[in-house]
């Protein structure tokens, strides 16, 4: 198959409709978010046995929920091939299902592993959408407890969002692959622009069914996907009339270089960014994300982890 597809932003910032429109090309399937790729990539190294990656295939859910089964898969796998050939197999065959050549990814989670992402797809052609941090984090922040994991890294204020935000960006950003940066607010009010330079840049063919995204979705039917269904629509959400000053410009002390890099507007923008304040905020949640993702790698790699995710059935 072509090149993988591989949307990157962090989460709230519009990645699912980008996804939707994306996933109506008549050539690339991107299925609803993934979440295996990272867990199996940590429990199978470089190189899988292949009898226990089929195996742990039948431990995710979301390849039920994709209409695969483990056995669907078992075909395309051979001896000596890599681990990030072995996953791509599971897309492949989404995407054959789906009656397209070609397959992609959307998973916001996986922002925190982008370097074990590069190694897994070494000729992936990413797409990085990047939305206005302070209208993220009032997205994020309305979520319902627990609805976008629980870690000891998780943002609870907008400050904390702001370290995730800047830290994430500025981490795809250093990608070294066929890469291609977009703003969200572009895509909501310049369309077709947009989706074009996706196109070009992903060697996909332009098509007009790629703007008509507003029909019967699976992400359409759930809460926080609602606004799916509705044509591109800027100012859902506007930090400078729902976000309190003191957050706004907490906010801005985190990521204010980011921001202003990206032309977003700030409230006080001859300041120095990060702050002191903000340089803390950093650090804590580099901290916080880094003690998290090694335990949680950890975890995927002991029998605990088989223990807790039974075969289903």
Request: proline share 7%.
């Amino acid at each position: 198959m072509s090149p993988p597809v591989i949307v990157l932003g962090v989460g709230r910032s519009g990645t699912t409709l980008l996804r939707v429109m994306l996933d109506r090309n008549s050539e690339l399937a991107i299925p609803y978010e993934s979440f295996f790729v990272v867990p199996l990539a940590r429990r199978h190294g470089r190189q899988p046995r292949l009898d226990d990656f089929v195996d742990d295939l039948g431990r995710f859910y979301q390849l039920y929920e994709w209409g695969i089964a483990p056995e669907d898969v078992r075909p395309r796998l051979r001896e000596g091939m890599t681990t990030g050939e072995a996953i791509a197999a599971v897309f492949e065959v989404y995407a054959e299902r789906e009656g397209k050549p070609r397959w992609g990814d959307k998973t916001p989670l996986y922002m925190q592993s982008l370097p074990q992402l590069e190694r897994l797809f070494p000729d992936a052609t990413w797409v990085h959408l990047v939305r206005d941090g302070r209208d993220a984090a009032l997205s994020f922040l309305a979520l319902p407890e627990g609805f976008s994991g629980k870690t000891w890294a998780q943002p609870r204020t907008a400050a904390q969002f702001a370290a995730r935000w800047r830290t994430e960006i500025l981490a795809a950003r250093r990608i070294r692959g066929h890469y291609l940066e977009l703003r969200y607010e572009d895509l909501v009010s310049e369309p077709e622009r947009e989706l074009r330079r996706v196109c070009e840049h992903a060697s996909l063919p332009w098509e007009q069914q790629m703007l008509d995204h507003t029909g019967v979705s699976e992400v359409a039917k759930m809460p926080e996907h609602r606004n799916i269904a509705r044509p591109p629509t800027a100012g859902l959400r506007d930090w400078r009339t729902e976000m309190s000053r003191e957050d706004a410009l907490a906010f801005e002390q985190v990521a204010g270089d980011v921001l202003r890099g990206g032309g977003y507007e700030l409230l006080d923008p001859d300041a120095e960014y990060p702050t002191a304040r903000g340089g803390l905020e950093l650090a804590r949640f580099a901290t916080l994300s880094k003690s998290w993702n090694a335990t949680a790698a950890a975890y995927q790699r002991s029998p605990l982890w088989r223990r807790s995710h039974p075969v289903l059935t």
